[in-house]
C-alpha cells in the first residue's frame, strides 16, 4: 500500500483555505473514488486525469485508489484540484518523488491531454502559500496574477509532462513575470466636461472623502460623461488596495488578465441587472459588481429604472463595506469598499421645469417614488446638473481644469483625512465625526434650524457633517465654518425628491 500528500487551496469568497490531497493506493478491484466533500466537477476530476496520465504516457496504476480532499467539512468546487490528484497518484504509484513535492502548493485543471487550464482564484492562493512558506504552482495562464503578490514563490507551467519533468531535476519550471504597473494617462480627462462647475465642484467634493453622488438633470446634460471622469480624479491604488481589487477580480474569473491592475475599477452596470448581479450570490457564491467596484466607482445610470428591489440591497453595503452571502451550505463574505454614483432625469421625458415637459404631477411622483428614502438618505450629495446653453456647446473658449489638477488637491485632502482621522470621512462614525467637526454654538443652532427646515433625518445629519468636513480638508482649515455647512446642506436639498420636486434653490 501507498500514500501521498500533496498541498492544495481551495476557494471561499477571496480566501483560499489549505487543503490536503491525500491519495492511497490499495488492493481490490480497479477504481479511484473521491471523498472530501466533492461537488460534481470534482468527482469528474477522476475521468480527466486518468485520460491525462494515459495521454502523456504514464502509468494509471490498476489498483484501489482512493482520493481524501480534506478537510472534510470544506466544500471542494471547480477542476482546481486535477493536477493535485495528478501528481498524487503519481507519487503514491513511485512515478515522481514524493519528497520532492513536501514544499509546494499545487492548483490547476488538467485538459484529456495533460495541458493546464486555469482556475479563479490564483491571486489569493498565492498569498495564502507565501504565508505558509511554500511555492505555488499555477497554470502558465494564471501566472501573471500569481506574480502580483510581492515576496511569493511561483511556479507555472503549460503541461503535466512539463510540472513531472521540473519534479524529476530535468528541465526546471521558470517563475512568472509579474505585469508592469500601467498609469491612467488613457483615462478620460475632466477638462472634457465643459460648463457645469457645480457640477465638477461634486465631483471633486467626492473623490475627496469617498462621498456618494446623484446627478440629476435631463438627457445630454453630461451626467454620464462626468460620472465617467471620477477615477481619473481619484487618487492611485495603493499596493495593498490593488491587491484586494486584484483578487475579488480574480475569484471571478479564471482568466489570466492584469491590464489596468493598478487602476481604480470602474462599473456600469446596466438598469436590467438583477440583485444576485449587483451584490453577488448563486449556488455557488460569486462576487457581483459592487465587489468588483471595490476600491473605485460603482455607476448607476436611469437609476429609478432599476428594480426597486434591487436598488434595497444597496443599502447595507453602503454602510458596512462588504456583503455577506449566505447559503445552506456556506456563507462567503466579499468586500464591497465602492463609491456611488448615480445618475437620473427628473421626469419620464427627461425635461422637468421645460416647455417641452408633458408629464402630470402624478407621473413624476410615481417616478421619483421609484428610489426609497433611505437609499435616497444615504447619497452624500445630490447634485443638478443644468442643460448646457447653446454658447457653452459651441465656444471653443479655456477648457476647465484638468483630471490632474483636481487629483492634486483630492490626494492632498485625503492625506490629511488619513493622518489625522485613519480613515476617509465618508466613513467617520458618529463619535468621530463630532471630534473632527468641533462645531462651536452658533454653528450647532444654525445647522439645527437649517436641518428643521429641510426635514432631514439623524443620518442625513451626519452626511451633512461628513461632506463640511471635507470641504474644509479641501480648503486646508482646521474646523469647518459657516460656509462649508452652508455648501454641504445645498448638497441635501435634492431631498426633495420625496416630495416630488428636484429643483435646487
Not at 482520493?67 to 507519487?91: F, H, M, S, W
Not at 505558509?132 to 509532462?161: F, I, K, M, Y
Not at 438627457?219 to 495603493?238: F, V
Amino acid at each position: 500500500m501507498s500514500l501521498a500528500v500533496i498541498h492544495s487551496r481551495a476557494q471561499l469568497g477571496i480566501e483560499a483555505p489549505a487543503v490536503t490531497v491525500e491519495v492511497h493506493l490499495s488492493n481490490g478491484l480497479p477504481g479511484l473514488s473521491i471523498v472530501g466533500l466533492p461537488e460534481t466537477a470534482v468527482k469528474e476530476a477522476k475521468d480527466r486525469v486518468r485520460s491525462a496520465l494515459l495521454n502523456t504516457q504514464f502509468e494509471f496504476p490498476l489498483r484501489r485508489i482512493t482520493v481524501n480532499l480534506a478537510p472534510a467539512d470544506l466544500p471542494k468546487e471547480g477542476g482546481r484540484y486535477d493536477l493535485a490528484i495528478a501528481l498524487g497518484i503519481l507519487c503514491a504509484s513511485g512515478q515522481l518523488p514524493a519528497e520532492a513535492l513536501s514544499q509546494y502548493e499545487v492548483i490547476g485543471e488538467l485538459a484529456l491531454s495533460g495541458a493546464l487550464r486555469p482556475v479563479p482564484g490564483a491571486l489569493p492562493a498565492a498569498l495564502q502559500a507565501r504565508r505558509a512558506g511554500r511555492t505555488l504552482l499555477v497554470p502558465e495562464d494564471n501566472g501573471p496574477q500569481a506574480a502580483l503578490v510581492e515576496g511569493a514563490s511561483v511556479r507555472q507551467a503549460d503541461h503535466l509532462l512539463a510540472v513531472c519533468a521540473h519534479f524529476l531535476a530535468q528541465s526546471p519550471l521558470p517563475a512568472p513575470l509579474p505585469p508592469t504597473a500601467e498609469h491612467d494617462e488613457a483615462l478620460p480627462d475632466l477638462a472634457e466636461v465643459r460648463g457645469q462647475h457645480q457640477a465638477r465642484r461634486a465631483l471633486e467634493v467626492a473623490a475627496a472623502g469617498g462621498h456618494s453622488l446623484l446627478f440629476v438633470g435631463p438627457p445630454g446634460s453630461g451626467k454620464t460623461m462626468l460620472a465617467s471622469r471620477l477615477p481619473s480624479i481619484l487618487p492611485p491604488l495603493t499596493q495593498d488596495e490593488a491587491l484586494e481589487v486584484a483578487a475579488v477580480a480574480s475569484v471571478a474569473s479564471a482568466g489570466s488578465e492584469t491590464q489596468g491592475w493598478r487602476q481604480r475599477p470602474f462599473r456600469a452596470p446596466h438598469h436590467t441587472a438583477s440583485g444576485v448581479a449587483l451584490v453577488g450570490g448563486g449556488s455557488i457564491p460569486r462576487p457581483g459588481e459592487i465587489s468588483l467596484a471595490h476600491q473605485g466607482v460603482l455607476f448607476l445610470d436611469e437609476l429609478p429604472e432599476f428594480d426597486r428591489r434591487v436598488l434595497e440591497v444597496l443599502r447595507e453595503p453602503l454602510e458596512s463595506g462588504e456583503i455577506r452571502i449566505s447559503r445552506a451550505a456556506r456563507q462567503v463574505c466579499y468586500p464591497a469598499g465602492f463609491q456611488l454614483v448615480a445618475a437620473m432625469n427628473p421626469c419620464p421625458c427627461g425635461y422637468f421645469g421645460q416647455v417641452r415637459c408633458r408629464c402630470n404631477p402624478g407621473q413624476v411622483s410615481r417616478y421619483q417614488g421609484r428610489i426609497s428614502g433611505p437609499l435616497l438618505d444615504r447619497l452624500d450629495l445630490h447634485v443638478e446638473v443644468p442643460p448646457l446653453g447653446s454658447h457653452e456647446m459651441t465656444c471653443s473658449g479655456t477648457p476647465g481644469e484638468a483630471s490632474a489638477q483636481v487629483r492634486a488637491r483630492v490626494v492632498a485632502a485625503r492625506r490629511r483625512q488619513l493622518e489625522e482621522r485613519g480613515c476617509l470621512n465618508s466613513r467617520l462614525g458618529a463619535g468621530q465625526l463630532e471630534a473632527a467637526c468641533g462645531l462651536c454654538d452658533g454653528e450647532r443652532e444654525f445647522l439645527a434650524q437649517a436641518l428643521e427646515r429641510l426635514g432631514l433625518s439623524a443620518r442625513a445629519y451626519h452626511r451633512v457633517l461628513r461632506v463640511a468636513r471635507t470641504l474644509a480638508d479641501l480648503e486646508g482649515l482646521a474646523t469647518p465654518g459657516r460656509p462649508q455647512l452652508l455648501e454641504a446642506l445645498g448638497y441635501r436639498k435634492q431631498e426633495r425628491l420625496r416630495a416630488g420636486s428636484v429643483a435646487v434653490s
